[in-house]
């Protein structure tokens, strides 16, 4: 400061500046201190000379936030003139911010040394310069608006201009448009005019319609009462109930005397009245008629009510129809009709039908149970109408017939294609067949047996048993007959029969021959030669070896059936077996009798009993193939172990059927047939041998070419 003033000559300075009508200020130091400030700087501020010697900021408070203090500080700092101008600083004057606009520099003040030593402020105030301006640049920019307004309203007065010869065009057509709509305007007022003389005709209808509805309302009044006379007159239960207590309103006598009750219901409510309607089915519909407006109808609807004093279920058909007054459901008419008694009888027939189910189950099971004994019996069964027609065969009666049951159902007992027989074989009368008694006399028959001759199979024999069968006004129906197959059991008592009458009369023969030649030699034994005396002995012998021989079967037979035939076993060469047969035939016959094959072989067997057995397959042969010229016996070795000795005949052959029974006791190929005679033990006691012997026996045979009978025995081992 000192320096500062020595440097200028102090007051002299001050005053200078002072009294400078530019705005001075000097500042010195970093921190902006106010070393002077002239009356025009410090009219500028609105303060007073107190504020010299304060820093700038403090001076002049308001002027934080405006850039002043801080370009000051840039000035000390950088020693750099800061110049501006037209710029804006607020300021308090007289207590007031205000904002004016200065031009001003502030200069930093150099010494000699080149140290920035004070800045000097110099300002002037170009508010009233910026103001003008500022209302030229105002006025001028208004100018270029207006004008930027003109040359708009311009474009649109030119648009305007545009769109009104445009409207102008659609004016003109708009005009042409009127005149047609002005003509179909002419043609509507006549169109309407029309209208109103059709609208003045409906109206007179509607007047007539009026009039209608008036006469109908009357009949609806009138018909009221018809309607309760209808419902008091209606055949059926009728009852009319009303409003949400189903009020009976009308009711007639039928729907009293169904319910039970007299007039006095009338008017009141109907669940009150009937109490134990309440919660049935048919109580129920009821309301839903009354509240849905549809109409119900229901049959055999069980109803309990309260009647003569007890509470009985009823059965009724009944409908419900919503009663509609004025377009509201109001009421329920119940029309009912009391089917009970039909409904009972129903019950009752169910009851009765389920009875006679259980009836026909019962029959049913007890059907299926015959039904299975029938198929399962051993009995042939079978069933005839009154006609004598068979109409059921048992499975065993198809069998024991051999038929099957549609053709057995296809013929009758007397079927004359089969030849129905007596015992004796003589055809048996059609009425004497046991279903025919039977059926003639009503009355059952047991055990009677028949033979029967089909046409393409052997015969067979029946044991019948028929009953009767009557309806139940005791009229002859038909009748069952149950059989069985018996063919065995006669052929047994038949052979048996046979058997007696063919072995007394084969026992007959040589002891006749035999009594006779002894006779002859005791009456005459000196008159005759000794020539005759020995033919008749030998004629003798011949009868008793005869005898013997035929004992010897019947002996043989019995031993065989109590098991008593015993084995004596020993080796056996079959050349010494041939030679023995050889010796014990070929006397009685003319017939060639070949022994050939293999005869070396040694057998271990019974000597006696396959000798046995070899007689008689070869006097067999040349009892029944008398035609054949040769009788050839032969053994062949059919393995290691076995030797098969074969009788070759050229005979007339078996039947086939016959064969199967051959080796049977007393079984004879022909038993009526006298040309041969014999026990029909012979084949029989043959295989019993040879079955003991380990071996078996059988025949081949062919009708008119011959019959072999062969046996085969195990050979000894060597
Ligand atoms: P029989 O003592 O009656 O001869 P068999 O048992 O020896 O009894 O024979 C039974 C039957 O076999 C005979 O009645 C006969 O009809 C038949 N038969 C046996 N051998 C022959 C044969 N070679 N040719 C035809 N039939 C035979």
């Not at 902006?32 to 304060?54: C, F």
Request: charged share 25%; hydrophobic share 35%; proline share 3%.
């Amino acid at each position: 400061m000192i320096r500062f003033f020595n440097a200028l000559g102090t007051e002299a300075l001050l005053e200078i500046l002072n009294q400078s009508s530019t705005a001075t200020a000097i500042y010195t130091g970093s921190d902006i201190n106010i070393q002077l400030a002239n009356d025009a700087m410090l009219t500028i501020w609105g303060k007073d000379r107190s504020i010299i010697g304060k820093k700038f900021e403090d001076a002049l408070p308001e002027l934080k936030g405006q850039p002043f203090t801080q370009l000051l500080k840039n000035v000390w700092e950088t020693a750099e003139t800061y110049e501006a101008v037209s710029t804006p600083a607020t300021l308090e004057i007289d207590g007031e911010m205000v904002t004016s606009y200065f031009d001003f520099i502030y200069q930093p003040i150099i010494d000699n040394k080149g140290e920035i030593y004070c800045i000097l402020h110099t300002a002037s105030d170009v508010t009233e310069r910026e103001r003008a301006w500022k209302l030229l640049h105002e006025k001028e920019q208004t100018e270029q608006q207006t004008n930027e307004e003109l040359t708009a309203l311009n474009e649109e007065i030119l648009s305007t201009n545009e769109e009104l010869s445009a409207l102008n065009k659609e004016y003109t057509a708009t005009n042409g448009q009127l005149d047609e709509t002005n003509k179909e305007l002419q043609q509507t007022i006549i169109d309407l005019n029309n209208s109103n003389k059709i609208l003045e005709f409906r109206n007179r209808e509607l007047k007539e319609l009026n009039e209608t509805i008036l006469q109908l309302n009357k009949k609806l009044s009138d018909s009221e009462i018809s309607f309760s006379n209808l419902i008091d007159q209606a055949p059926v239960a009728t009852l009319l109930v009303k409003g949400d207590d189903f009020i009976i309103t009308m009711i007639n006598a039928s729907m009293l005397e169904l319910i039970g009750k007299d007039q006095s219901v009338i008017g009141k409510p109907l669940f009150d009245e009937l109490p134990e309607l309440k919660g049935q089915l048919a109580a129920n519909m009821l309301i839903e008629t009354y509240q849905k407006g549809k109409s119900h109808t229901d049959y055999s609807n069980p109803v309990l009510l309260n009647r003569r004093g007890s509470l009985e279920k009823g059965y009724f058909n009944f409908t419900y129809t919503p009663f509609i007054e004025n377009g509201k459901v109001t009421g329920v008419i119940d029309m009912a009709m009391e089917v009970t008694p039909q409904m009972i009888a129903i019950e009752e027939r169910d009851k009765i039908i389920l009875e006679k189910s259980d009836l026909e189950e019962t029959l049913r099971k007890s059907e299926q149970r015959l039904q299975s004994i029938l198929e399962t019996m051993a009995e042939g069964v079978g069933v005839i109408d009154n006609t004598g027609q068979l109409i059921y065969a048992n499975p065993m009666a198809q069998q024991i017939l051999g038929l099957s049951e549609s053709v057995i159902k296809g013929r009758t007992f007397d079927d004359p294609k089969w030849q129905n027989l007596r015992l004796d074989g003589t055809p048996l009368p059609a009425e004497e067949h046991p279903m025919a008694i039977m059926m003639a006399t009503g009355k059952p028959v047991f055990d009677h047996e028949i033979g029967v001759q089909p046409p393409d199979r052997e015969r067979f024999y029946i044991s019948i048993n028929a009953a009767p069968i009557f309806d139940k006004e005791g009229n002859l129906s038909g009748g069952i007959g149950t059989f069985m197959d018996v063919t065995t059991r006669r052929m047994i008592t038949q052979g048996k029969d046979d058997f007696i009458s063919i072995a007394s009369h084969e026992l007959k023969t040589p002891v006749t021959a035999l009594k006779a030649s002894l006779q002859l030699l005791q009456r005459s034994h000196d008159k005759f030669s000794s020539e005759i005396r020995t033919k008749l002995l030998d004629q003798s012998i011949k009868s008793l070896d005869k005898l013997s021989h035929l004992l010897t079967d019947l002996l043989d037979t019995t031993r065989i059936e109590q098991g008593q035939l015993k084995l004596v076993k020993r080796p056996l060469i079959i050349a010494e077996l041939f030679e023995d047969c050889r010796s014990s035939v070929i006397q009685n016959t003319a017939q060639q009798i070949i022994f050939e094959g293999d005869t070396s072989q040694t057998l271990e067997a019974d000597h006696q009993q396959i000798g046995q057995v070899m007689v008689n397959f070869i006097t067999n042969a040349i009892k029944y193939a008398p035609e054949s010229d040769k009788i050839i016996i032969k053994a062949d070795r059919v393995s290691d172990h076995e030797i098969k000795i074969s009788v070759i005949d050229h005979g007339l052959g078996i039947p086939q059927e016959k064969v199967q029974h051959l080796f049977e006791r007393y079984y004879r190929t022909n038993y009526h047939g006298q040309k041969f005679t014999g026990l029909g033990l012979g084949l029989y006691i043959s295989a019993e041998i040879i079955k003991n012997h380990g071996g078996k026996i059988g025949v081949d045979t062919e009708l008119n070419v011959g019959s072999t009978f062969w046996f085969t025995l195990p050979l000894t081992s060597e």
